[in-house]
Nanobody, 128 residues
Framework: QLQLVESGGGLAQPGGSLRLSCTGS????????IGWFRQAPGKEREGVSC????????QYAGSVSGRFTVSRENAQNTVYLQMNNLKPEDAGAYYC?????????????????????WGQGTQVTVIS
């Protein structure tokens, strides 16, 4: 069974950092475009970051650009989202999602409906 498992959420203070992990279970993430999304209570799901299957192309929402970094660790079958200088508005449930696009592709697209596999989410809380 193909699963994405997120971890790393928790409580942080404004200005703090968290690192989220997205690990493939039952399949390798190679060949998959990986997206990170978040949803705050009462708000629509928002695309946060994208990693192309090659890992060469990354994409970020304007609200997190310069503070968040997405990276792949193929040996761990994991994609990370490093979140620095966290703000209260970064709080919410964070989800990773995967779309099969083939190996070594450079394109990114954060349209949620394009992603076929979703993790269960991990909660991020930012309070002083």
């Amino acid at each position: 069974q193909l699963q994405l498992v997120e971890s790393g959420g928790g409580l942080a203070q404004p200005g703090g950092s968290l690192r989220l992990s997205c690990t493939g279970s039952g399949f390798t993430l190679a060949g998959y475009r990986i997206g990170w999304f978040r949803q705050a209570p009462g708000k629509e799901r928002e695309g946060v970051s994208c990693s192309s299957s090659s890992g060469e192309t990354t994409q970020y929402a304007g609200s997190v650009s310069g503070r968040f970094t997405v990276s792949r660790e193929n040996a761990q079958n994991t994609v990370y989202l490093q979140m620095n200088n966290l703000k209260p508005e970064d709080a919410g449930a964070y989800y990773c999602a995967a779309k099969w696009v083939g190996y070594n592709k450079r394109e990114c697209n954060l349209t949620p409906s394009l992603f076929g596999y979703w993790g269960q989410g991990t909660q991020v809380t930012v309070i002083s």
